[in-house]
């Protein structure tokens, strides 16, 4: 099972709030890029469906690092199955009709030059990264504040956000600290930087 198909099951079956089926029908509309496209322009998933990869691989490492006893016993993070899917497969949703194909000149193994293509950013919704996400769910169902929270500031520390407004909110809300570390896993070690 590829995917979108495996993204497509943990959905159908873990997330089933009101209005789960109509951003599900977004996502596969032609309006919507999510399943093709990638994850970033030249790092973690840089190909076509690497975000719906991606986006599986946060949720198994998310469900996997709440399976700790530890995570239940001393932090009390204890999620339902939706809260885990919904917060894990859809983080990214900032970058659905975000990346473009473009084309450059470059050498090829013979030492000629043709044009490559390769993908940029154009983001004709400049709403930030995790709060663009929330924005984009929210137009479709209710988050809890916890779930909000753990969207917007799912890039922890790597993000452009001011370093105290991140502890606090990973203080606040253990849910967004356990997101980011999952979203760090699944980008540093199951995906990583692609080799030249």
Partial sequence: MGAKETFIEIYESKITRSGAGKLLDYLKSDACDFFTAPSSTR????????????????????????????????????????????????????????????????????????????????????????????YIISGFMRLSREEAFAIRYHMGFSGIEDKNSIGKAFEMFPLAFALSVADMEATYYLEGTPQK
């Fill in 43 to 134: 790092f973690h998933g840089s190909y076509e469906g690497g975000l719906v990869e991606h986006s599986v691989n946060v949720y198994q490492c998310l469900a996997d690092y709440l399976t700790r006893p530890r995570t239940k016993e001393v932090y009390n993070m204890d999620y339902s199955e939706e809260t885990v899917a919904l917060v894990a497969l859809l983080h990214d949703l900032c970058k659905i009709n975000f990346y473009k194909t473009d084309y450059r000149n470059a050498k090829n193994a013979q030492g000629q030059w043709e044009k490559v293509p390769y993908y940029t950013i154009d983001d004709t919704l400049p709403y930030g990264h995790g709060e663009k996400s929330v």
